[in-house]
């Protein structure tokens, strides 16, 4: 059982949260389907047995499919899992944006249409659960002060959309997380979501990104040098990564190994970080849908790395797993 009257101490807070979205893997606003979510049955079997309950953050596309909605129902009954919101503004109404990737980032799009996406959104989670989301990811991690303004507006009490030391600048104009703290802190509309804001009533709890080596503080810019032109067309960043110089990790078993998932959770822990969040997108739970199971047997290998991965944490340090929300309420 979780205390919820203090974060551990002696140990490490787990989130385990998956982005629980449509089956196009390509943004798309037209033929979008949901098969992907009838996977959800064996996947909270599995992490049930491993006393995990997941936070599914899920997009409009999911909570408005009737079937799609069902299941995510029956998985979560009786408290095992928590239904979290999750912005694809790409296909979430109103569509009154021209379809061009920059609007592919929430942050990019005028505040009130912010707005109005994210209470349709609500609106959708509501009507097919019956409860009101509290936690939010933005798609792409898309995250922008206006879509700060937007969930306070909206009642949200805790966002997961920040990647500590990622930049997504060159990719459709995304927003930069570099500088951002790795420890939950508060966010207000009035500073970049990098910033903390004592007094701010939206609590972030970053997801897990980090080095292979610490401190942080030393590698991210030593990593960033290397990928910055002109060593970037030498390919200086994949070479060092290559020989275990420096290598940018994710806790995402999609895009790491087990060992350098260990690794990065290793390091988190040194520089204090007391909570760490595993995650990955649920198209990846059924062969060909996204880029990283292609086939069963990659279906296979991501269950197999999460048990392994959670059976290394386990000796590593004691674990307390929790959903996005129970989290914020130890760590806020």
């Known amino acids: 059982m979780i205390d919820r009257r203090d974060p551990p101490t002696d140990g490490v807070l787990l989130i385990v949260s998956v982005d629980t979205e449509e089956d196009n893997w390509h943004r798309s606003r037209h033929d979008v389907t949901t098969e992907n979510i009838q996977e959800l049955r064996p996947l909270a079997a599995f992490l049930g047995r ?39 503004p790409w296909n979430t109404p109103p569509l009154t944006e021209a ?21 349709r959104l609500t609106k959708a989670l509501e009507e097919a659960f019956d409860s009101t989301p509290r936690a939010f990811r933005a798609g792409r991690y898309g995250l922008g002060r206006d879509t700060v303004a937007a969930l306070l507006c909206c009642g949200y009490r805790v966002d997961s959309s920040v990647s500590p030391f990622l930049s997504l600048k060159r990719l459709d104009d995304g927003p930069t997380f570099v500088g951002a703290p790795m420890v939950p802190y508060r966010l207000a509309p009035d500073r970049d979501v990098r910033q903390p804001a004592p007094d701010g009533k939206l609590l972030e709890v970053p997801l897990s990104h980090g080095f292979n080596r610490g401190p942080f503080s030393f590698w991210d810019p030593a ?9 970037r067309w030498l390919h200086l960043g994949g070479l060092a ?85 129970e989290a914020a309420a130890l760590l806020g």
């Open 50 to 88: 491993l006393g995990v309950r997941p936070t599914y953050f899920t997009a409009y596309q999911v909570a408005v499919e009737h079937g799609a909605a069902d299941v995510l129902r029956e998985v979560c009954d009786g408290g095992r899992g928590e239904i979290a919101a999750h912005l694809h």
């Open 99 to 119: 379809f061009v990737p920059r609007n592919s980032m929430l942050k990019n799009l005028p505040a009130e249409l912010q707005l109005s996406k994210l209470r």
């Open 223 to 231: 990593s960033r040098f290397l990928d910055a032109a002109p060593f």
């Open 241 to 325: 990564a290559r020989a275990g110089l420096v290598k940018r990790i994710v806790l995402c078993p999609e895009l790491a190994s087990v060992a350098d998932m260990l690794t990065l959770s290793r390091r988190l822990l040194e520089q204090g970080v007391r909570h760490l969040q595993l995650s990955w997108h649920s198209p990846s739970l059924k062969p060909g849908l996204s880029p990283f199971t292609a086939t069963t047997a990659d279906v296979a290998r991501l269950y197999a790395a999460v048990e392994a991965y959670l059976e290394g944490l386990s000796r590593i340090t004691p674990l307390t797993f929790a959903t996005v929300s």
